[in-house]
């Protein structure tokens, strides 16, 4: 038996999530478009196999956040329009077909004097600053979004901005209200483009639609809104007991004897670390299933090994599937689990452990 960590990726649950979003969006407006964010290899799930199933199930574009990963895509085959959300690239987003982002004048400047020289059209989308504080034009924004749509060779195609706490709904909607007034503005002028701002937790605020959502999060099945029915988490990672030592009360586990059992017990040693984004923060806090039950993490996680309790599991074995994230019998272990344990968000969780792990795809 070799060492042996997997995550395995439901395509299927990815599809049913792509469903509800779309239920959602086109329940508002049918006209609404799904712009999917597949950004740090979506997720952790595998960007070509996710954006592969996506495009079947014509997604109106992939949101990615740098150019390396839009070429990606491309040379993977992927056709569908791509939006670059934090890039400034110039001759590649001609080469490679790509929508870039702009967040300030000078790239948009950029942009246009390369495609006036080549005589090339350009579809870009701008970013506004509306309450996040990252990116995007602050200043005299219909102005600039006016002199950018008037630029050469380029064509405004989507207004954007981000929520900075969708949770939140009173400062959202303000978020929301800088952005319609923006959209009024420059609509007395002529200018109609996307609006987008809304993310997945935004999905829920019927005026964070507008034209275009962009959905990360929900689309691999986990919500803000931990409580929320109708989606399901595309990813499990799991791995097999290494070892099994029967260890009399008063041993210490691990580093820095942060545990010392106060039983007669047995322990399972787990091939899985920080390195492999099981954060050391699990250390003493953590659990993982094994035939159906939870065990708890004790000991610090190691950069490769994790030890677990297993005493109150004596029929283990070595070679035993351990579940790390995902379902087994009566138990469940959610990213948002795992993010509670280790003082993050599911986000990370995803993004860590799914990087990290070999991946195998259900479809
Ligand atoms: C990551 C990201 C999203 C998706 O956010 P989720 O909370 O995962 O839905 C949307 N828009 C931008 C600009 C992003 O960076």
């Known amino acids: 038996m070799s060492r042996f960590l997997q995550a395995e990726i439901d395509l299927r649950a990815l599809i049913n999530n792509f469903h509800f979003i779309k239920s959602i969006v086109k329940d ?35 949101g990615v956040a740098f150019y390396d990963e839009a070429v990606f895509l491309r040379e993977a085959g992927i056709n569908c329009p791509i939006l670059l959300l934090f890039d400034r690239e110039v001759e590649g987003v001609f080469k490679y077909n790509l929508t870039p982002v702009i967040f300030d004048i000078k790239y948009a400047e950029e942009l246009s004097n390369y495609a006036k020289r080549k005589n090339l059209m350009l579809s870009i989308h701008v970013k506004v ?47 929301i209200n800088k952005l319609t007034e923006l959209k009024n503005c420059l609509k007395t002028i002529n200018i109609n483009p996307l609006f ?35 989606i399901t988490p595309c990813m499990t990672v799991k791995t097999k007991i290494l070892d099994i030592r029967r260890l009399p009360k008063n041993t210490p586990i691990s580093y820095g004897k942060t545990f010392i059992t106060k039983r007669d017990s047995l322990i399972g040693v787990i091939p899985i670390g920080y390195a492999d984004g099981y954060f050391r923060r699990l250390s003493n806090r953590g659990f993982m ?49 795992i993010a509670d344990w280790s003082d993050t968000i599911a986000y990370e969780v995803l993004t860590s452990l799914g990087s990290k792990a070999k991946r195998k795809y259900i479809y």
């Open 28 to 62: 508002a407006n049918p006209k609404n478009k799904i712009i999917a964010i597949v950004k740090a290899d979506a997720y952790g799930h595998g960007v070509i196999e996710v954006s592969r199933t996506l495009e079947h199930l014509k997604v109106d574009y992939l």
């Open 129 to 175: 600053e509306t309450g996040m504080g990252r990116l995007g034009l602050y200043e005299n924004i219909c102005e600039q979004i006016k002199k950018i749509a008037n630029m050469p060779n380029l064509k405004l195609e989507g207004v954007m901005s981000h929520l900075s706490v969708a949770e939140d709904y009173d400062w959202s909607l303000q978020q």
């Open 196 to 230: 987008h701002i809304a993310n997945s937790a935004g999905l829920f605020f019927n005026k964070a639609l507008f034209d275009a959502v962009r959905p990360g999060l929900i689309l691999y099945g986990y919500a803000t809104n931990r409580s929320l029915q109708g």
């Open 289 to 337: 299933i094994v035939r159906g039950k939870k065990a708890p993490v004790v000991g610090i996680v190691c950069m490769d090994i994790t030890m677990i309790d297993l005493t109150e599991i004596q029929e283990a074995k070595i070679g035993d599937e351990v579940i790390i994230l995902g379902s087994s019998g009566e138990e469940k272990i959610t990213a948002w689990d």
